[in-house]
Nanobody
Framework: QLQLTESGGGSVLAGESLTLSCAAS????????MGWFRQSPGKTREMVAM??????RYANSVKGRFTITRSLETMTVDLQMNNLKPEDTAVYYC??????????WGPGTQVTVSS
C-alpha cells in the first residue's frame, strides 16, 4: 500500500519562497502522474501543478512562479514556490495516480503567506 508524506510547509511573507516535498513509501505500481493540489477554507480543492508522461501543467494562477519536479527513482515530487502571494495560502496536498486511475493523497501541509 502506498503512503505519501508532505513536508516543507510554513509561514512566509509575500514575495518569499518555499519548497514542498512529497515522498512515497510502500508499494507502488504503475504510477503515471504526480501532482500538487491545494485547498483554502471554504473553497474546493484545486490542481496546482501536475506532471505525467514527461509533461508538466500548472494552474494559471501559479504559472511562472511555481515549478514541479519529480523523481520516479526516488518516488518524490517537489514544488518550488517563488514570489508567494497571500492568495497562495492553503493546505497543499500531493497526489500520486496510477494507470488504473487509483489516487493516493498525502495528509497535507499548511502554507501561509502574509502580506
Amino acid at each position: 500500500q502506498l503512503q505519501l508524506t508532505e513536508s516543507g510547509g510554513g509561514s512566509v511573507l509575500a514575495g518569499e519562497s518555499l519548497t514542498l516535498s512529497c515522498a512515497a513509501s510502500g508499494t507502488a505500481f504503475g504510477i503515471n502522474s504526480m501532482g500538487w493540489f491545494r485547498q483554502s477554507p471554504g473553497k474546493t480543492r484545486e490542481m496546482v501543478a501536475m506532471v505525467g508522461g514527461g509533461a508538466a501543467r500548472y494552474a494559471n494562477s501559479v504559472k511562472g512562479r511555481f515549478t514541479i519536479t519529480r523523481s520516479l527513482e526516488t518516488m518524490t515530487v517537489d514544488l518550488q514556490m517563488n514570489n508567494l502571494k497571500p492568495e497562495d495560502t492553503a493546505v497543499y496536498y500531493c497526489k500520486f495516480s496510477t494507470l488504473n486511475a487509483e489516487d493516493t493523497w498525502g495528509p497535507g501541509t499548511q502554507v501561509t503567506v502574509s502580506s
